[in-house]
C-alpha cells in the first residue's frame, strides 16, 4: 500500500523574507518596551559634523551599514514595511531564490546606509528601501509577458508619494537614501535570470507490462486442435480395417 505523506498546515516557503520579518520585529520590540539604546546600533550613521556623525576609528560602526534595515521606532512605517515585504517576497524568492533576495537585499542596505552617512543630517532606519526594491522587482519582472500589471505600478507611485512627502515634511534626506538603495538592489535583481527547474515529470515505470496477444483464431485453440488430431488418428484407423 502506497504511504501517504503527512501534509504540514504551516509551511516556511520564503526562509529570507520570514528571517528578515521575524527579526525585525523582535527589535523593534526589545528596543520599544525593554533596550530603547538597543536602536543605536540598528540605525545608519549621519554625515561628519552632525550629532549622529559616524566614527570611522569605531569597527562596529561599519555593521551599522547593514543593520540598519532591522531597526525602526514608528510602528505605522515598520507595519507598512513590514506588510509589503512579506506580500512580494515569498513570490520573489521563488522566482529568484532565497540566496539572491538576501544579497539584493544587502546591497539596498549597504546603497542607503553609505549614502546616509555621506550626505543626509539625520540617523537612518527601516525596511524602506528594501520593501520599494521588491515593488519595482514585482512590477519589472513580468515584462516577458508583454504587460506590466497596473496595481504594481499603482502600489509603487503611492510608496514614492509617501516618501517624498515625508522627505519634504521632516526635510531630511534619509527618504532619498531609502529609494536610491531600493533602486540599487532592483537593479541587481533586473540582471539576474530566473533560474529554470530541472525537475520534469518522468514517465511511470510502473505501468504493468501489455498482455500478450493470442494471435490464435477461435478456431485454432489448443483443445480444438487435440480433438481434430484424435479424429484424425481413428479415420486412418478405420481406413485400414477396411
Known amino acids: 500500500m ?13 526562509p529570507a523574507t520570514l528571517i528578515f520579518s521575524i527579526i525585525s520585529l523582535l527589535i523593534f520590540l526589545l528596543s520599544r518596551e525593554f533596550f530603547p539604546s538597543l536602536i ?18 569605531n569597527p562596529l560602526q561599519y555593521t551599522r551599514f547593514l543593520f540598519h534595515v532591522l531597526g525602526n521606532t514608528s510602528w505605522p512605517v515598520f507595519a507598512s514595511d ?9 513570490q520573489l524568492e521563488q522566482r529568484f531564490g532565497s540566496v539572491v533576495i538576501m544579497l539584493m537585499a544587502c546591497v539596498t542596505a549597504l546603497v542607503s546606509g553609505l549614502l546616509n552617512a555621506a550626505f543626509s543630517t539625520s540617523l537612518l532606519m527601516g525596511g524602506t528601501g528594501i520593501a520599494f526594491m521588491m515593488i519595482l522587482l514585482a512590477a519589472f519582472t513580468s515584462i516577458d509577458k508583454s ?47 530566473k533560474p529554470q527547474s530541472t525537475r520534469r515529470k ?10 500478450k496477444v493470442n494471435k490464435e483464431t477461435p478456431g485454432n485453440t489448443p483443445v ?5 488430431t484424435k479424429n484424425t488418428q481413428w479415420e486412418d484407423v478405420t481406413t485400414v480395417k477396411l
Open 202 to 211: 518522468s514517465p511511470s515505470s510502473s505501468k504493468a507490462p501489455a498482455a
Open 82 to 90: 513590514l506588510a509589503f515585504i512579506l506580500l512580494l517576497g515569498p
Open 2 to 14: 502506497a504511504v501517504r505523506k503527512k501534509i504540514s498546515p504551516v509551511s516556511f516557503d520564503a
Open 40 to 57: 543605536s546600533f540598528f540605525s545608519a550613521p549621519s554625515a561628519q559634523g552632525t550629532e549622529h556623525a559616524f566614527n570611522w576609528t
Open 224 to 228: 480444438q486442435k487435440k480433438a481434430q
Open 147 to 193: 504587460s506590466i500589471p497596473l496595481s504594481f505600478l499603482f502600489a509603487a507611485v503611492l510608496f514614492l508619494f509617501r516618501e517624498l512627502y515625508y522627505a519634504v515634511d521632516t526635510s531630511s534626506l534619509s527618504n532619498f537614501a531609502h529609494l536610491a538603495g531600493g533602486l540599487a538592489g532592483s537593479a541587481l535583481g533586473f540582471t539576474a535570470k
